[in-house]
């Protein structure tokens, strides 16, 4: 299929790549936005689906272990330590794959991403620093046939994920592993441009950012400096709609088919969030785990006011001014919720608003495509009307 045509997906396609493959013969069943199975696509990738009665398995997946960790030695220009380079460097040469579906960055353009099959070390690294955009991952599937690659890493956000659970045995692999991350709010170029323009004093440096557990989005800079700013000094009424529709319409955030998942959310500030789901999940992160800081999860405060006034605020599309959006947030990141309990406040925030947006932009898919486990959380709190 060409670059550009229509998608069965239409408006809610996240271009996560399946459709310019010669997979898209599965993209009926395969697209998380066309058909929701996240029981199914749990039970086939770690033996069961996720019990809705345990607090934190309703919220964050099925999981074995959970832990915060740093890279000891990290890596020079990573995005905090390298952790996620480093385990695709580690699984190339120890021979646990031959090959890593990563993504680079077009030398055109940093943040447009370049989807990769890394059979290097150096390929991989050059991977390094997410692109915050929406990147067609799975089309480089279609290099695989005649490739020689019989066991692959793949690394992705969560709708790329379930796409790639749901085709999986067709792919020839006698081995497959999935390295997740924790995604949320993807962009087009463009939309990424007007989030950059409306909120970085510096758009033309930026190197990347990340909306961190201090409640501050994190820019670094070319020039090596640092900017930050607070969540809620964001322009919304202007980027209220520059999100993809896919993202606000998505119910994984925590990338729950993946085998293990790193990411900020769920950690305290400046560490990462590690969740092994199972046992190749575990099989990935003892490549790595020899070389890691690591300290137990943890989780204070309470969130459920802050979601309530942030889902009003957010309908109202309200902005405050600077000095106040300053003073929110000092005030938020002493007293408010810290560890698991932020990562309960970003996927509590982001359920609420994008069932709000479903029942307003697409109603009749609501009854399918919301997931029994989000309306379970969603129900906590008092919703804008549709």
Known sequence: ???????????????????????????????????????????????????????????????????????????????????????????????????????????????????????????????????????????????????????????????????????????????????????????????????????????????????????????????GSTETVPFFGLDTPRLKEVFAPSCLSCFDYVNASADLVVGYMGAPYQWQWVVVRNDRGQELLDLVESELNTQPVMSSGQRAQAVQQGIDAYDKALRLPRWLAELVGVLVNRVGPKGLEYARFSIDSHFTRNVTWLQRNHPDKVAAHVPAFARKIVSRYRLPKP
Request: net charge negative; aromatic share 6%; glycine share 6%.
């Open 1 to 223: 299929m060409a670059r550009g045509t229509v998608r069965p997906a239409r408006d809610l396609c996240s271009d996560c790549g399946l459709c310019d493959s010669r997979w898209v013969a599965y993209v009926r069943r395969a697209c998380a936005f066309i058909t929701q199975q996240f029981e199914t696509i749990e039970a086939r990738a770690h033996g069961r689906s996720r019990d809705q009665d345990n607090e934190d398995e309703l919220y964050f997946g099925v999981f074995q272990r959970m832990l915060c960790a740093q890279l000891a030695s990290p890596i020079e220009g990573a995005q905090w330590t390298g952790i996620v380079s480093t385990l695709g460097v580690k699984a190339l040469e120890s021979g646990l794959v031959d090959a890593v579906l990563c993504v680079q960055q077009s030398p055109d353009d940093r943040f447009t991403p370049v989807p990769v099959l890394a059979r290097t070390p150096q390929e991989v690294l050059a991977a390094r620093v997410n692109k915050p955009t929406l990147s067609n991952n799975l089309s480089v599937l279609e290099q695989l046939p005649g490739s020689g690659i019989e066991r692959l890493l793949v690394i992705g956000v969560g709708c790329q994920t379930q796409a790639l659970r749901a085709v999986q045995d067709s792919l020839g692999l006698k081995q497959l592993y999935v390295l997740g991350m924790p995604c949320v709010d993807n962009v087009s170029r463009e939309g990424l441009q007007t989030f950059l323009d409306s909120t970085s004093r510096s758009p033309e440096t930026v190197v990347h950012y990340e909306f961190m557990q201090d409640f501050r989005i994190h820019f670094r800079h070319s020039d």
